[in-house]
């Protein structure tokens, strides 16, 4: 005969006055057993070692280890409905059987837990193996994987458009041809950041880093998930002020996390400002207030110096190309965003730029007050009257 499956619950749901006979009342646990085995008697016994699990069960059938992590009840913010299915994911990647599942059980939710952001997350979930048991009963959408990470990234951008300001996370790739992935580590963004590394590693044929963007006094992700992520083989690397400072002092290009950072909040995806080239093992973040400069300021303390090396409004993104013609100065960018070129170069050359420079103005939304200062800056050594604009 066949032993009969066995719940194993953690013990969050002891806490916070949650008790477990509120949530998983035995018609809940009896549902979960029936579409998951197909039969309804279970044995079911108490986990209370560890902390911070999540809200999460195992049910083990048949030498198989099932993994279900319950929603929250409260919808208080469009994060705290996920805020443990991260921990859950992470303990099932850690589970070194390889007869396990993960899925995700939705308790009756007090609120609309359709949204694009949601729908999102369910997405990424979905895409890290996670299955759904009774989105059926809840959701009138199906949820579907991502196939590709820049499906990812174009959905995420959509609802970034939706909600400015709470951007927590991007994915780019660099010109070594490794995809990037800068994540906060702080609060609700950590289980975002966590939960869209584990989704990217199952679809994407790169190698992955992950660069956690310090935030409040969070350097790096909570442990286990820093953990599991390493485990995959991506490499971590925490930013870190102490080492972009000297790199900084020791090096004219900049490379630094900090930057790339803060120019995709600004600017969005990798896309020439000049040729509206989207190929990113060839865009590059051109600083318009050039390091070699910056470095040469004075009465500036260091701290300020990498704050305007590093600084969003101190960028463009610009194909190779774009990119060295600015910085030897062919190319020459007016206070009100306009293109100009030097006016002595070769008419052959002169052609080739005109060529494929179609864009000869940047738009208004990068033209903030700070941007515009750095214009200045770069431009006090340049004679605006040896370039003629871009027609
Ligand atoms: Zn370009």
Redesign the pocket.
């Known amino acids: 005969m066949t032993p009969e499956p066995h719940f194993t619950i953690k013990n969050r749901f002891q806490k916070r006055s949650e008790l477990y006979e509120d949530i998983l009342n035995r018609d809940i646990l009896r549902d979960v057993c029936q579409r998951l085995t197909g039969h309804d008697n279970y044995t079911v016994n108490f986990d209370n070692t560890g902390y911070n699990i999540g809200r999460l069960a195992t049910l083990e059938y048949n030498g198989i280890i099932n993994y279900i992590s319950f929603s929250e009840f409260e919808i208080k913010s469009r994060n705290s409905f996920f805020q443990s299915f991260p921990s859950a994911l992470v303990k099932y990647n850690q589970e070194a059987n390889s007869r396990k599942g993960i899925y995700f059980y939705f308790l009756k939710p007090d609120g609309n837990i359709e949204t694009y952001y949601f729908m999102f997350m369910y997405r990424l979930m979905k895409t890290a193996g996670t299955e759904f048991l009774n989105a059926n009963d809840y959701l009138h959408n199906i949820i579907n994987p991502f196939n590709t990470v820049s499906d990812i990234i174009v959905q995420r951008d959509s609802n970034r458009g939706r909600n400015k300001g709470n951007a927590s996370s991007y994915v780019t790739i660099d010109e070594n041809d490794i995809l990037q992935i800068f994540g906060k580590t702080y609060g609700a963004n950590k289980y975002e950041t966590t939960l869209l590394c584990l989704a990217i590693y199952k679809i994407t044929p790169y190698a992955i880093e992950l660069y956690e963007i310090q935030e409040g006094d969070l350097k790096q992700l909570p442990k286990d998930a820093r953990n599991v992520i390493l485990s995959l083989g991506i490499k971590v690397i925490t930013s870190d002020l102490t080492l972009e400072t000297k790199e900084f002092e020791n090096n004219d290009s900049l490379r630094s996390p900090t930057y790339i950072y803060n120019l995709l909040e600004k600017l969005g995806e990798k896309k020439?400002?000049?040729?509206?080239?989207e190929i990113p093992q060839i865009i590059q973040g051109a600083h318009i207030w050039p390091v070699a400069s910056i470095k040469k300021a004075n009465n500036v303390n260091i701290e300020t110096k990498l704050k305007n090396a590093t600084d969003g409004d101190n960028g463009l993104w610009?194909?190779n190309?774009?990119h060295k013609l600015f910085d030897i100065n062919m190319l020459y960018l007016s206070q009100d965003g306009r293109l100009k070129y030097k006016a002595d170069i070769e008419e052959l050359h002169e052609g080739y730029i005109k060529s494929?420079?179609i864009k000869n103005r940047l738009s208004n939304d990068i033209l903030t007050s700070r941007f515009i200062e750095y214009i200045d800056k770069r431009n006090q050594k340049l004679d605006n009257d040896q370039y003629v604009y871009i027609e």
């Open positions: 020439c400002s000049f040729c509206d080239c610009l194909c190309n774009h494929f420079t």
